[in-house]
């Protein structure tokens, strides 16, 4: 690198070229969409979450449930594979002995730290018995104050499967963004105490 390019002079003044000419294009578009002008040329539109969002794909690998039988006990047989197969390490499976003799085990305790889990699929891949998927149309909560608000357990995994059931494939979503806004308004109340 020369001298010239290490002082990053020439990028910074492009970068500020390129945002430059983006605001003031799409301000002037949207001031003139606002007077009925232009309208075939569309201007960049900002999604205005959370009270706005747009839906996920139906491949995207979201947050993880784990499926029900019909009388809503877990599939999982607590077998380990999930667990084996997962790069980052991050599923945590206590197994337990099932009272009905037809089923082997179950797992008694069955979590995923998210803070380390990178929603690669592996564990759904791995599992043989279809127990765990990431078909949620939910990101992972991104809001919490310490590592534990981080760990889904296995009632958080439950009661996705049965609220998609129950409410449809937006119903994971809503919620989610309704926790945020309360939240919010909670730490704002905090500050304005
Ligand atoms: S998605 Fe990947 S990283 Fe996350 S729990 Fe599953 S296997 Fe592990
Ligand atoms: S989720 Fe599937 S792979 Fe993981 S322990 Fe349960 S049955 Fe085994």
């Given at each position: 690198m020369t001298f010239f390019e290490r002082l990053y002079l020439g990028e910074i003044a492009r970068g500020l070229v390129v945002t430059m000419y983006r605001f003031w294009r799409n301000l002037t578009l949207h001031a003139l969409h606002a007077v009925g002008?232009?309208?075939q040329v569309s201007a960049a539109v900002t999604t205005q979450y959370p009270d706005e969002y747009k839906q996920y794909p139906d491949n995207y690998r979201g947050s993880h449930r784990l499926t029900l039988k019909e009388d809503n006990?877990?599939?999982?047989?607590?077998?380990f594979l999930c667990a084996t197969a997962?790069?980052?390490?991050?599923i945590f499976i206590e197994a337990g002995e099932h009272p009905?003799?037809?089923?082997e085990k179950f797992p008694l305790r069955y979590e995923i730290d998210t803070l380390r889990c990178i929603y690669c699929g592996m564990c759904v891949e791995a599992c043989p018995c279809d127990?765990?998927?990431?078909?949620?149309y939910v990101h992972p909560?991104?809001?919490?104050?310490?590592?534990?608000?981080f760990i889904e357990t296995k009632s958080v995994f439950i009661e996705r499967s049965k609220t998609l059931a129950e409410r449809g494939r937006n119903a994971l979503m809503e919620d989610m963004i309704e926790d945020y806004k309360k939240e919010e308004a909670e730490v704002w109340d905090r500050f304005e105490e």
């Open positions: 002008l232009f309208k006990s877990v599939r999982c047989t607590a077998c997962c790069p980052a390490n991050c009905d003799p037809e089923v127990a765990i998927r990431m078909d949620t909560k991104i809001w919490g104050f310490n590592r534990a608000d």
